[in-house]
């Protein structure tokens, strides 16, 4: 199944950001040998100057999606029922409300700063520590947000693609962002063997919970893919842009499509 | 003074401010692919649904701009040798493309909600699953269309997508890179002819 099927299932499930950046998988192999080596810097609308690094690594990430994150994303699967994985990806989406709710007031969002505070005042008391989201049936939607999207918003340029080794596709801005979003979530300032305990069984829950919706939609667009890195990094930097935007489209960007008009007379 | 200075915010607030234009024909012209398309969702088998969708692939979609565009920089350095190998292959790995994206909202039915001018003659026509209720995996998915009028006027599909991510733009992505990989220019596009060959012979 094509991308339109991943994007349907990434968006319902609002994991895309997470998702793309916790998990990386492909199989470059599928086009030739030749797909290994070759720089394609000069693709004008592709920011991918270290795309020879990029595929190593995203082979190897592949391998260990393969090894380990599938087998575990299946496992956890197996062991839990859908309403408990809705409850544990609502509360990692909880727990990480103070990294939003920072970004929201970084990028000047203050009517949606207020709606993060409010999710996690309700969520956090009724919702039981934040298992249920009651904030949503009450109209207060769920978002996303991260430093990386703050600098975006502050106008900075993406800089080139990157693939991370097991931390999978990004950009130069949002790996950056990534690292502050780090040091600025509150868990990470808190010394002790409970809180790095804390820390691993949050980072390794939030990353098999993210993989475990998508494990087929990313088979199938591996599968179906003549280029599995290419159509993954097209998929990211498209839903990494909605993302910025904070799902508010600008269509202004989008690649012209009219401009072969010769052959209009073709047809 | 005060006259000529109304006239001329007026008419910069008519330039200016107007939302972003809406496109009733083209609003229409896909509302009524969409129709069309509800059967051939609605179809009992898949062998139904997916001649249904062919069809209207065929009949809607401008193969020969979409696939143009999706070899970006190469569009015009291919032969014509080439160009005549890939317009078809095209077709078809479109047409499964389309095939596996709307087999998705089999029994559903999409009705348009609004359009975007990026021109006169560049389109962007959103549309929606009827009926999806909040909580719904449709509920807030956003099916985009977009529409070319070409100098005669005439509308056709030129690529579709959801929550923004396009699948002209994806497969671009993978064309591109196919051909850069392979040496560029006639060499590149001989691999990606071969791809193609083989992704379409697979079904």
Redesign the interface.
């Known amino acids: 199944m094509r991308i339109l099927r991943c994007a349907l299932v990434l968006a319902c499930f609002g994991i895309l950001p997470a998702a793309a950046q916790l998990t990386d998988l492909g199989d470059p192999m599928s086009v030739s040998e030749a797909l290994k080596t070759t720089d394609t810097t000069q693709l004008a609308d592709t920011p991918d100057p270290w795309e020879g690094f990029n595929r190593k690594m995203f082979a190897l990430n592949n391998m260990f999606d393969d090894l380990i994150l599938v087998p575990a994303a299946k496992g956890y699967r197996a062991v839990t029922h859908k309403k408990q994985r809705k409850g544990i990806r609502n509360l990692l989406a909880n727990a990480r409300t103070p990294v939003i709710l920072a970004n929201d007031i970084l990028q000047g969002e203050f009517g949606r700063a207020g709606e993060t505070a409010g999710r996690f005042v309700i969520n956090t008391t009724i919702g039981f520590g934040g298992m249920g989201d009651p904030a949503e049936r009450m109209g207060i939607e769920q978002h996303s947000e991260d430093f990386g999207q703050t600098l975006a918003v502050w106008g900075a340029d993406s800089g080139p693609f990157i693939v991370f080794p097991f931390f999978g596709p990004s950009t130069v801005r949002d790996g950056f962002g990534a690292a502050v979003d780090t040091a600025i979530d509150p868990v990470f300032w808190v010394r002790g063997n409970p809180a790095q305990y804390t820390r691993f069984a949050r980072t390794t829950t939030t990353i098999v919970t993210s993989r475990e919706p998508l494990i087929e939609p990313l088979e199938e667009i591996k599968d179906n893919s003549l280029d599995y890195y290419a159509s993954f990094r097209s998929f990211y930097l498209q839903s990494r842009k909605r993302e910025i935007n904070n799902g508010r489209t600008d269509y202004s960007d989008l690649p012209d499509i009219g401009e072969f008009e010769e052959f209009d007379d073709l047809e | 003074m005060i006259v000529r200075l109304s006239a001329a915010l007026f008419v910069f607030l008519a330039f200016t401010l107007t939302p972003a234009n809406a496109d009733d024909a083209a609003e229409r012209y896909v509302q009524i692919i969409l129709d069309e398309a509800e059967p051939a969702l609605a179809a009992a088998t898949q062998e139904e649904r997916l001649a249904g969708i062919a069809a209207l692939v065929y009949t809607h979609v401008d193969m ?3 696939a ?2 999706t070899l ?2 190469y ?1 015009r350095r291919i032969t014509n040798a080439q160009k005549d190998a890939f317009l078809p292959l095209f077709r078809e790995y479109a047409t499964l ?1 389309y095939q ?5 909202y089999s029994g559903q039915a999409l009705v348009v909600t609004g359009s ?1 001018d ?2 006169a ?2 389109i ?1 026509v959103i549309s929606k699953v009827k009926g999806a209720e909040p ?1 719904d ?2 509920a ?4 985009q269309w ?1 529409v ?1 009028r ?3 006027g005439v509308m056709k599909i ?13 497969q ?7 051909i ?5 220019g006639e060499q590149g596009m001989d ?2 002819l071969r ?2 060959r083989n ?1 379409v012979k697979n079904g």
């Open positions: 020969r701009r979409t143009m565009f970006g920089q569009a493309v596996d994206a709307l087999s998705e975007v990026r021109s003659r560049d962007i909580g995996r449709f807030d998915l956003v099916v977009r070319y070409n100098r005669d030129v690529d579709a997508g959801a929550a923004d991510i396009w699948l002209a733009i994806e671009r992505s993978q064309f591109t890179s196919i850069a990989n392979n040496g560029g691999a990606l791809e193609l992704r």
